[in-house]
Structures are given as structure tokens and as C-alpha cells.
């Protein structure tokens, strides 16, 4: 006979099954682990089948576990979605959406279209702008002080979703006019293997911090850091400034950042940084899956600046 499985249970396997660790699983729900255990026994025991194998050292899913997880996630999401379009349609937006950038050079035309036609649609809502600290730019957005955040690629993290890409930016190389590689018009990625780059205090996830400040070169070659830790961008640019390091950087923080002594040189066979929009999968916020959807229409089959 079928038994009935509770949406609560499918919570709790859907979070084990991204942690796979039973004590950050009861951390994020707020539940203890004897709690978290009895759902998953529970489940398996509706279900008749075997999720999660166990041992006193690792968690992981089993066959059966794998395809539950695929299955259950889209079913939970698309449920998730009705029930959103429900409460959205039987209320009026006026929280506004906030959207964290780390500088006001990554509002570009593309994006400020964007902002003005959701504030159009919902001008008792709106958009605010936030600044996202340098240390790590993603955890207001997980800590839901922002629902949106601009960012460049590669995102690949679980709890986080991405739009389409939004534009592009140029690979650029900050370094003072008196640095050795200021006195060409580009310089190659290979170039910062004899050349130390910042240490930045930046908690950023592992594919995303290996593309902004690479540890090798495409050949292999390590690329070397010098000087104390940098925790702000003012740092960076004084410690460029004084030649101490070279830095990798995009476009919109060369056109923020200025100082007299730094100059910025096209990295040429680097290609371009691609921005994107990224939120919490499951945020809730009736303005960011509206601000989503206009996204989505305005973009659709329109190539990215």
C-alpha cells in the first residue's frame, strides 16, 4: 500500500543529499540530528527503498538515493514554483529587490534596462543597488540581504542558480607605470608567472576565485603572490600602485578604481569575463522571480554585450 510521504521529509533528504553530512543537514534546517535521521528512515521506509548508505566516516547516496534526488528535486521545485505563482498573484509587490554589485561600473545598459522595466511593471516595489563587501561577495545573497547578485562565471554551487549572461568584459592587467610590463600596450597570461600577483582575502568559491587569480599559468607555470593579505580594494590599487604586485582584473573595476600611477593593459589571450545574474535556488522573494521573469522575456534570444 502507498504511503503517504510528507513534503517535510523530502526537505530534509533534498538538503542531506546536497551536504551529505547529517550535522550541517540539522544546522540548516534547524533540527537536531536524531530528527534529521528519523526523516530519512521514515522516507526510506515509505518509500521501501535505500537512500543514503552510512558508515561512520561518510554519507553518500545510493543508486536508488541518486535517482530519488533527481526526481524528487524537480518534482519539489516545480510545486514549489505553483504555489509561488499562487501567493504572487494574490499580492501586491512592495518589498523591493536587492541587488548587490561590487561596483557601479557593472550596471551596464543591458542591466539598467532590466531594473527599469521591472520598476515600470512594480513601481510600489522597485530595485536597490547594495554593495557587496570584497571579502566575499555572496554572503549577503546567502544571508538574504540580497536576492540578486552580479557576478562573473564560473558558478557551479548548489544552492545557487544563474541567468543568462548579461555582458561581457574585457581581461584586464592593473600595474604601475613604472612596472616592466607597463611598457608594452598587452601583456600574456603567461607574463604573471615572473610577475607576483595580490593576495586577496576573498572568499569566493574554488572555480570562481581560480579564474579571477589563477595559481598557473595556461602552461603550467605557478603564478606567485607577494605581500601582506589584501582586504579591500583601496589596498589592491595602493599595492599596484607601488609596483609590489601586478593584478588580474576585469573591465568595470578599471573604470571604478583609478589612481595616477596604475595603468591597465588588455590581457590578450584571455577571453572575455562573462556576467550573470545569481540567486538562492530556493529564495522565496515574490519580487526576484518577477524581476526573473522580465529577465527572462527581455533577454531571450538576444545576444550579450
Not at 517535510?8 to 538538503?15: D, I, K
Not at 537536531?32 to 526510506?44: F, G, K
Not at 501586491?92 to 561596483?103: D, Y
Not at 593576495?199 to 603564478?223: F, K, Q, V
Amino acid at each position: 500500500m502507498w504511503r503517504a510521504v510528507e513534503l517535510r521529509e523530502l526537505r530534509v533528504f533534498l538538503v542531506l543529499a546536497e551536504e551529505l553530512h547529517f550535522g550541517r543537514t540539522a544546522d540548516r534546517l534547524g533540527l537536531t540530528q536524531s530528527r534529521v535521521s528519523q526523516s530519512i528512515r521514515d522516507l526510506e521506509r515509505k518509500l521501501g527503498l535505500h537512500l543514503v548508505a552510512r558508515t561512520s566516516r561518510r554519507v553518500a547516496l545510493t543508486p536508488d538515493g541518486e535517482r530519488f534526488r533527481r526526481d524528487a528535486g524537480r518534482a519539489l521545485d516545480a510545486l514549489e514554483d505553483v504555489l509561488r505563482a499562487a501567493q504572487d498573484s494574490g499580492e501586491q509587490m512592495t518589498e523591493p529587490v536587492r541587488l548587490g554589485i561590487m561596483s557601479p561600473a557593472q550596471i551596464t545598459p543591458v542591466l539598467r534596462e532590466l531594473v527599469d522595466a521591472f520598476t515600470a511593471a512594480h513601481p510600489g516595489s522597485g530595485v536597490e543597488f547594495v554593495g557587496l563587501p570584497f571579502a566575499d561577495r555572496f554572503a549577503p545573497l546567502r544571508g538574504g540581504d540580497v536576492q540578486l547578485v552580479v557576478t562573473s562565471l564560473p558558478i557551479d554551487q548548489p544552492d545557487l542558480a544563474t541567468g543568462p549572461v548579461l555582458s561581457r568584459h574585457p581581461r584586464l592587467l592593473a600595474a604601475a607605470r613604472t612596472h616592466p610590463l607597463a611598457r608594452g600596450t598587452d601583456v600574456s597570461i603567461e607574463d604573471l608567472a615572473d610577475h607576483p600577483i595580490g593576495d586577496l582575502a576573498i572568499a569566493a568559491p574554488p572555480e570562481l576565485a581560480d579564474e579571477m587569480t589563477p595559481r598557473h599559468t595556461p602552461s603550467g607555470r605557478p603564478i606567485p603572490r607577494a605581500g601582506p593579505t589584501i582586504r579591500h580594494q583601496a589596498e589592491l590599487l595602493l599595492a599596484v600602485a607601488s609596483g609590489a604586485v601586478v593584478q588580474p582584473v576585469l573591465a568595470p573595476f578599471a573604470a571604478t578604481f583609478q589612481h595616477p600611477d596604475v595603468v591597465y593593459l588588455p590581457i590578450r589571450d584571455l577571453p572575455p569575463s562573462r556576467s550573470v545574474l545569481v540567486w538562492r535556488r530556493h529564495d522565496r522573494h515574490p519580487g526576484l522571480h518577477e524581476f526573473l521573469r522580465i529577465a527572462g522575456t527581455a533577454l531571450r534570444g538576444r545576444p550579450a554585450g
